[in-house]
């Protein structure tokens, strides 16, 4: 290492930057923020890496393989689900400034601390998306939604914390375990991407300040479903493959959401669930997969939509109600909206 070379300098020579450094750096930025909201983050830090050991250790540890129980989406536990969502739990539990949380794995919001007047926040959170892909080793991730307490809500009434629409989102983020355990989060002032160094286990700063292109050259989309597709959306997708765009598109597609949204991020393009048959309103959930990633979109560059409406303006009736999602680049997106009629 060069003497002028900080003690923990990155490759490039920068001094290494942590996510618990960048929130506290961020935190400055809000006036009136306390370091509660780092202490608040750093629950959920911790929890990623208990779960990114476990996702790491899957197929040795014997934990592949159904848990056996049916979840509140009528969907059979993976045993790493039962796992995260309890990591995330109790991680989460001891900040004291939480009140509620929120999770897709329990029908209903939980209260904790026996609900403390000091409360400020509520968490949502999706603790192992794609989970179906867990025994095949593709890429999963835990996705994350801060509201703030709304004014004069009850402690007896934990939804009200919840069914916020996704723009009183204070901050929104995801982890997602692939080839290296990245963890991406904004607190409305741009999106900030963490690689998670397993030889000093800290999330260290890799990517700041992430733009999503304006444009991109990968639709993503289960195309198995496209039967069932309001026609309008089949038609724009073959206008992508015909290059009207200025290129043709290659499809991408991963089956977990987190890492198909992570690729959009990154390299540009669309990325969409759409109303199908069996699931008129879409498979994914608003408050813990579409608001996130929303959020994230928008304070990237990106536009997030329902197909007809802003994704974040949507009110929420449920905590796991469906929306269909369309995200992606602007370009990708000013052409669907022209294209596919409000009536879908
Ligand atoms: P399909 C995973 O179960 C998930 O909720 C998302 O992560 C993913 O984008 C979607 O479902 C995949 O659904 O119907 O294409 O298998």
Known sequence: MSETQAPHASLSGEPLMTVQQHILQEQKKFPGA????????????????????????AGLSNILGEHGEINIQGETQQKLDVYSNEVLGHALSVRETIGVLASEENEHPMLVHQGSENAKYAI??????????????????????????????????????????????????YVVYGSSTILVYSVGNGVHGFTLDPSI????????????????KYYSVNEGYSASFPPRYQQYIDRLKQGVLGHPYSSRYIGSMVADFHRTLLKGGIFLYPPTTDNPNGKLRLLYEANPVAFLAEQAGGVAIDGTRRVLDIQPESIHQRVPL??????????????????G
């Open 201 to 216: 286990g800290a999330y260290v700063l890799s990517h700041p300040d992430m733009k999503m292109p304006e444009q991109g």
């Open 34 to 57: 306390s370091g509660e909201f780092s202490w608040l983050l750093s629950g959920i830090t911790l929890a990623t890496k208990l779960i990114q050991a476990k996702v790491q250790r």
């Open 326 to 343: 369309v995200v992606g680049s602007r370009k990708e997106l000013a052409d669907f909206e022209r294209f596919v009629p409000t009536s």
């Open 124 to 173: 949502v959170f999706d603790p192992l998306d794609g989970s179906s892909n867990i025994d095949v080793n593709v890429s999963v991730g835990t996705t994350f939604s801060i509201l703030r307490r709304p004014e004069g809500a009850s402690l007896d009434d934990p939804e009200a914390w919840v069914l916020q629409p996704g723009r009183q989102q204070i901050a929104a983020g």
